[in-house]
C-alpha cells in the first residue's frame, strides 16, 4: 500500500471482527514502527500487547471500574483543556454528534451514549490491545515522540490491511491496567491501540470526521 493510501484510509474503527492477527504480523508491525523518529533517539515508548485470555480479564476489569463510581478514575496527565474554546470545542461536538447520528443514538438518550463509551473498555471487540506506557521520568518531547510512534504503528497496520483506534480513554484507569498487566510504578499509562479487523457491516465504521481544509491551519512564507 502506498504510503499516502495508508495514511488517507486511516480511521478510528469501532467495531471490529473476532479474527485473531497473527503474532508474527504484529511483530512486523512494531518492528516497522520502531523507525519512528524520537528526539535524540532515545525512542521512549513501551509497548504492552495483550490477546487472548488476558484481554478478555483486562476488558472484564476496565468495563467493571467504568461502571463503578464515577470520578473514582483519574488520569496521570491532561490531554484536554480544562476550559473549551473556539475553534475546537465545535470540532470536537461535529465529531462526538457526527457519530452518535450515526449510530442513530440521540443526546438525550444518555443510556445509550454510556452504552457505546463503555465499548471503549471492551476495545470495540478487537483481538487485540496494546496499552503504551512511558517512563514518567520523562518530560513533554517524548509525549510527542510516542504520538508519532503511534501514528507509525497505525499505519503500518493499514499495509497489512488491519485497522485500528488510538484509544486516550484507557488512560484514568491506569491503575486497573497496571494491576492486570503487573506494570512497574515508573510506567505512565499513555493510551491504548485496539487492532484487528474492521468489521464492515457496523454503521460506526462507516463514520468518519471531516478535516478542515489547508486554509484552516497553513502559512506559507516565500512563495
Known amino acids: 500500500m502506498h504510503v499516502d493510501d495508508a495514511i488517507l484510509s486511516r480511521r478510528s474503527v469501532r467495531r471490529f471482527l473476532p479474527t485473531p492477527v497473527p503474532r508474527e504480523t504484529l511483530e512486523h508491525l512494531l518492528h516497522v514502527a520502531r523507525q519512528a523518529p524520537s528526539g535524540s533517539n532515545i525512542q521512549p515508548w513501551q509497548v504492552h500487547v495483550v490477546t487472548s485470555e488476558p484481554l478478555a480479564a483486562l476488558r472484564n476489569a476496565l468495563q467493571a471500574a467504568f461502571d463503578g463510581e464515577p470520578g473514582r478514575h483519574q488520569a496521570e496527565y491532561v490531554y484536554y483543556p480544562r476550559e473549551w474554546f473556539e475553534p475546537y470545542i465545535s470540532r470536537r461536538r461535529r465529531c462526538g454528534y457526527g457519530l452518535y447520528d450515526t449510530l442513530g443514538i440521540h443526546r438525550e438518550e444518555r443510556d445509550k451514549r454510556l452504552t457505546q463509551a463503555r465499548r471503549n473498555y471492551a476495545f470495540f471487540d478487537a483481538p487485540v490491545a496494546m496499552i503504551l506506557t512511558l517512563d514518567r521520568r520523562l518530560d513533554t518531547g517524548s509525549f510527542m515522540d510516542c504520538g508519532m ?75
Open 149 to 223: 510512534f503511534l501514528q507509525s504503528l497505525m499505519l503500518a497496520a493499514r499495509g497489512q490491511g488491519l485497522h485500528s483506534c488510538a484509544q486516550a480513554a484507557i488512560a484514568p484507569y491506569h491503575r486497573v491496567i497496571r494491576e492486570q498487566l503487573t506494570l512497574d510504578d515508573s510506567e505512565l499509562v499513555l493510551c491504548a491501540l485496539a487492532l484487528g479487523h474492521a468489521d464492515p457491516k457496523a454503521p460506526e465504521n462507516s463514520f468518519v470526521p471531516e478535516r478542515e481544509g489547508l486554509e484552516r491551519f497553513t502559512r506559507f512564507y516565500g512563495g
